[in-house]
DNA sequence: ATCCGAATTAACTCATATAATCACAATAAG
DNA sequence: CTTATTGTGATTATATGAGTTAATTCGGAT
């Protein structure tokens, strides 16, 4: 069941980079020979031995199988480097392209205003919220508030943010739990009053079964959150994180996480 | 017909990165406007608007897209870099562990020997095509013919190999018909003989109506050639080329190689 | 030359996934 | 309370791909 599940796994994987089901086995199978007719391809994977030849003949034009022309016809898979290599350089050009064709067309139609004080987002997967972390501690006006859950949330890049706010005389405030974390955030950002106590809510209690782990929490000018979960299911991979971001002093969500922020804080002997 | 199919092009692309068609023209819509209902999603894009909280929120779970739970809702588009970005790491993370995988399952079923001594193998793509080039050039024993047609064939890896192989006595050979570049070769591989004369036949006939254009021409140890071309189509990119890979001394086709190359040298007054 | 079997191509059927439409429930505004 | 708008769910049609079968080609043996 090891071995299987790798072959069945490389499967998936090709399929989830575009190529059909037959492709995907065949070149798989292919793989796994120095060289092989359609009988043979046929054989170990599970592909109709008809069907090879149009597989085989579409993973050539992708330069993934060169093909020999003889009776019978051989095909051999080019080296896994090679194919890594094509396939990624293949989505990196699409990238590409994409970005510079949505550039030329972002300028859109005119809809009426939208003032809003109260809003609330949300978001997911580690990248997006990421990314959004940084730019709401970018545009920090005069304090901003973080607890920690999760050492991988914690990067230099989020560090140098940090930094940079505290430079520009935002006071920069920080919850960990994690007792060396703490310490090693200390001693990385001297400019940031980091704190501990006060965050026992925080841990997942295992008491209501709930697997849900709070990521970042993040509290900016008392006037706009984000807060990341995922959930401790599937191994390892922030991939599920979900977040939820808003805005507004008066938003009530805003208001709960000011509350439970400054209380932490407060049981400090800070603040 | 410029916006609009720049529009196109960004759905297509995005189709192309494993989106729906409704996702990508949602996407797209989003990307113009600062933030946006479903109806006006809907307005813009032609998407049907009771289709359009299905596709925002596959968006929102691949982090290419942040909802706001209010009436109505309202959806945002992430930043093009981001979105861009979002994807590229996606299919890195595929093809890294697609080349995993594949390692730990390289072990073939034993075949019968296959000893050929004539081979004849097609592939496509600049990049297979390159890496098959510089691999037959790393296997030379005693003597690679080169003629290169297109200037862009000339890579520094190439002359790298090629360096390589005249340095362990390899007699390296190298036609090309285009005057400067025939100067730079010249330049950079001292060891080489290049040479320019009996090459007419290379030339793409225009009076045959054809645009097929000869890219690279090898031949290595008088035993193995390679020949590749691409027609003169699509604007640029040799993503089209097409390659034949022959072995065999005996081998009709790497005779003919042979005879051309050699006819090229004579006139030249080498070989 | 003719026949036979394997190799290859082409065509068709069926299942599934996705696009497109519709009917209805929930909600907010008047 | 009424009505328009928003959102959800179910339904139909269409396209795509998987799986199967038949027809063609090709090489070798009679």
């Known amino acids: 069941m090891n071995d299987l599940s790798n072959h069945e796994q490389a499967i998936e994987l090709l399929q989830e980079l575009g190529l059909k089901e037959y492709e995907a086995k065949a070149f798989v199978a292919l793989t796994r020979l120095p060289t092989g007719t359609a009988k043979e391809i046929s054989e170990i994977s599970e592909v109709p031995r008809t069907r090879v030849y149009d597989a085989v003949r579409v993973l050539e034009t992708k330069g993934l199988v060169e093909i020999q022309h003889a009776n019978p016809q051989r095909f051999r898979a080019v080296s896994i480097d090679e194919a890594a290599e094509t396939l990624r350089r293949e989505y990196e050009e699409r990238t590409d392209s994409l970005r510079a064709t949505l550039r030329t067309i972002e300028p859109a139609a005119p809809s009426e205003e939208t003032e809003v004080t109260h809003e609330v987002w949300s978001l997911s997967g580690d990248s997006a919220i990421t990314s959004r972390t940084r730019q709401l501690v970018d545009e920090s006006g005069d304090e901003v508030i973080l607890v920690i859950g999760d050492e991988s949330a914690y990067t230099p890049k989020l560090q140098e943010r940090l930094q ?50 709070i990521r970042r929490l993040l509290l900016v000018d008392r006037n706009t959150i984000l807060v990341s979960s995922f959930h401790e299911d599937l191994g390892i991979g922030h991939d599920h994180e979900q977040a939820v971001f808003g805005r507004g002093f008066d938003n009530g969500l805003v208001a709960i996480v000011r509350r439970l922020m400054y209380t932490g804080l407060l049981s400090n002997g800070d603040a």
Chains 1, 2 share one sequence.
Not at 195 to 206: K, N, Q, R, V
């Open 164 to 213: 940079a706010a505290g430079d520009r005389d935002v006071s920069v405030v920080i919850g960990i739990t994690d007792e060396p974390l703490r310490e090693r955030v200390e001693r990385e950002l001297p400019g940031a009053k980091v704190f501990a106590s006060g965050l026992e809510w925080l841990s997942s209690s295992a008491e209501t079964g709930d697997e849900t782990v």
